[in-house]
Structure formats: structure tokens, C-alpha cells
């Protein structure tokens, strides 16, 4: 059975005393040592704070992204290796924010993919679709586009995918139960293709503006392992709330 597994990308927010008061309020009511994983995922600048409130707790800590590349000239940068010295063990990568806004490729992802293996870490690989290209019927076949890519060249088995249609992210809306179930189904027969195993045993989450009211729904459907929160994740009593909704 695939355990849960919910993921806090907390994206460009927090501060040195809401990070620490937010963590506190985490590890109160999380590290019971049941039910789903949870990771959170900070900026880069608070990671080694996070590192040291985490010590002997359950809660994972992850990074929002990595360069391809080792080390080098590359100013502005964290390489993967780099974050190994926080204790990171996941990296969100393929975000619709950073493919959009920095004009990622699906050849820049993967590369990033395979330098975050290669350390040791599992990728958290995120896809999607935009508005347009669902009205346009073209959604699976982006999907596929930037899952395939990866799925041929990466360690299937240290992997997670996360379906965030960008039409849903930060903006109130969100796909349904159905629609999200179809798309994670469809996801998971595109793993399925090249192993059945793997497939059955991925975990594959939801983002795109989950919350308190919806988690339950979202997490019931069969190929829905968890979820990759947003701003729900800043505000402790709902993203514990949504933490409880994904089965262990």
C-alpha cells in the first residue's frame, strides 16, 4: 500500500520567528508517529533554520529547487549537493512558476532531476497543464510531455510526481475530485507503461490550491497519494487539518 504523503512548498514567504512559531506548531501536533509523511519545503535562506527545529522529528525537510550543475559560476544558484549539508531529502522541480516565469524546459527539469538522484534525493517532480491548453483538449498530451521526459531517464523508484494544473494554482479555483482523479489515473498508466510495479507503488500528489475544505475529497480519490500545498501550508491549524486527511 503507497503511504500518504503531503508536501508544504512554501514558496517565497516566511521569517525567521514565523517559521520557528509555525514549525513548533507542526511538530505539536504531527510527530505522533502515524499517518502520512510530511515534508516542508522553504526558501533556500531558512533551510539550516529549519534543519535544527527538525532534529528528531518526523516531518521531512525539503528544497523548492536545484541547479543542474555541481558547482560553478552559476551566481544565485544552490546545487544539489549543497542541500545534502541541511539534511534535505526531496526537491520540488518543474514547478509551473519556475517553468513559467524562468522559462524552464522540460530538458532543463530532467537534467535537474538527475543531479538530485544522483545525490540521493528524491525529485518531486511537478506537471501540468495551463487553462489554455485544457480548453484547447490539449492537457494530457502536456502532461505526458513533461512526465515522459523524466520517466525515461530517472530512477522510477526514487521519484514523486505532483499533478498541479497551473490553472488552479494560487487562484482559488480548483479541479475537482473527478478531474483530478482522471488526470492522476492517467499519470499513473503513463508509469504503468514502463513498469506496472513501480506504477502501483508511486506516490503521485495533488496541488492546486488544496485546503482545509477540500483535502478530504481530493486525498479519498483512488490515485490521489497526498498533497502539494501552497498557502494553505503557511497557516498551521489548516495544513495539520489537511496533513490528517491523507491515510498513512
Known sequence: MRRGLVAANW????SRESITELLHGLRQSLDTGAGAQVLVCPPMPYLDLCSRLLQGSRISLGAQNAHEASSGAFTGETAP????????SHVILGHSERR??????????????LAVQAQGMVPVLCVGETLQEREA??????????????????ELTKLVLAYEPVWAIGTGQTATPEQAQ?????????????SGAVAEN??????????ADNAAQLF?????????VGGASLKPAEFIK???SVSG
Open 11 to 14: 514558496k517565497m514567504n516566511g
Open 81 to 88: 549537493g549543497m542541500l545534502l549539508d541541511f539534511g534535505v
Open 100 to 113: 513559467q516565469l524562468f522559462a524552464e524546459t522540460d530538458v532543463q527539469v530532467l537534467a535537474k532531476c
Open 137 to 154: 483538449g490539449q492537457a494530457e498530451a502536456v502532461v505526458a510531455r513533461q512526465l515522459d521526459v523524466v520517466l525515461e531517464a530517472c
Open 182 to 194: 482522471q488526470m492522476h489515473a492517467f499519470i499513473r498508466q503513463r508509469v504503468a507503461v514502463r
Open 202 to 211: 508511486i506516490c503521485i500528489l495533488y496541488g492546486g490550491s488544496v485546503n
Open 220 to 228: 479519498a480519490q483512488q490515485d490521489i497519494d497526498g498533497g502539494l
Open 242 to 244: 489537511i496533513c490528517k
